[in-house]
DNA sequence: TCTTCTGCCACATTTGAAGGGG
DNA sequence: ACCCCTTCAAATGTGGCAGAAG
């Protein structure tokens, strides 16, 4: 491995990062057992935070007393996630109930493979919403042309430093290697995983941006696909139906070229930051298993208007109800016009993106942040090819990193076809890069190492 | 038989081009 | 010319449903 890489690049850091899917690298990359004096108690009074994911003091495997300050005052407890026999619970808990009313525990782990930078910390932004699709177990629909998240995963990140750049981009990894069926109204483990095709990442639309940008608002990732069809050339996230999965964050900070200003690159991996929300599982599904959650969705995501109660789908064969309602519509939309002279209504009837109406028909006032929440996919063009564009022209300088990766890029099978008209191949692919790079600290099969946070 | 998947549908939002006023 | 707002229509995002597929 060390003979692939050039000599500036293989320090000791990549030799822990690209050797991690080995028991003993897992000792390097996480504080093991012995590192913590503090055991996973559940019915401690201990509440940690919920809505922000806790910081993880990354310590350098072969550089512990060089990092020493960075560790917090919160003690860890490094806990093996057991296999789970039934239910929908979340790792951990499931050795004590199952069925486990996430949203009832005062816990909530941090489920990282790395952090390199600990002054970043990442927000769920809904994570009210997330947590009442988790009490029910989430699923997500996947389609041949690709189907977006709801609720979409939004995060506010601080501590970044303000005038670098990164790069912040997601993937879905499967939890567990489970086959699930529902039965009964339950979910339950009917066989072994099908295999994860892995290597599908999405950037962020704002990945070419400073820390400051990157702070200035939420972050979200509404735009991204997910879809059952292994021959996509779309560059959708594939999974595999009735698995379970769970979104992660990666943010990387992008390292100047020395010879031109505008280029940027990867910088090693020791750059990689990874989070991952436990209340964001969730279970891929063709179709709707519990109608919970179908009835959840539709009450909360604005796409699915037309089948809440009052509008929906009982009249929709009633020719006059059909005409009812599209008078209705009409009216409507005179009254927002009449009223378009105010400011404040102008913003109201001013297309949203979306997910931003989230709260379910029973509250009436929507948050502030309906209006102040700016439009992060503004900027978005809306295709990977342009994506890749931008990172070909602007972001990322081939002949950094191309020599020293184009040897990992084999292993993944995954290519962008789309990509490889533009001109990188596979190889130079920032993001492909980065898909082996994450994997070789955290296959999809081996983070069920999850830390529990518990407060002092 | 049973479970899972697909295509099409009605209803809704979003997008972006075109037009108008300042 | 420019910018901001409005309008409008096409594109796109939803879950239901029936039947196909396995």
Redesign the pocket.
Known sequence: MLSYLQPQLASESMLAICSTSSDESNKLTYPNEEDTNVHFNPVSTGIITTSSSARIPYSHPHHHHHHHHHRSPVSFVYGHAPTPTYGFGFGFYEDMSPFVDTTRSPYSFIHTTKRSDPNIDVKLENMDLWKRFAALNLEM?I??NG??M?PTFKVSITGLDPTSKYIVYMDVVPVDNHRY???NSQWMITGAAEPHMPGRFYPHPDSNSTGAQLMKQPLSFSKLKLT?NTTDQNGHIVLN??HKYIPRLHIIQAVSSSNNDTKLSMGPLDNVNIFIFPETQFIA????QNEDV?RL??DN???????REN?G?AN?KDVKS?KR?IDD?YDRRLKC?DI??TPES?KRCK????EEDQTPPSRVVPTSSTIDVPDS?TPFT?GYENQFHLHQNQLYDPNLYASPYSRFAPTYPFTYSTMASMGPTSSTNPFTLAAAAASRYSSPYTFSAPYYQHSN
């Open positions: 629909i389609t041949k189907r977006r709801f069926k529902h039965h059952n139906s009735m599904v063709t179709a709707y179908t969705k539709i995501n604005p796409f699915a208007k037309g089948f509008n789908h929709r059909v309602h519509e016009n378009y002279g102008s297309s949203s993106s979306g996919t809306d």
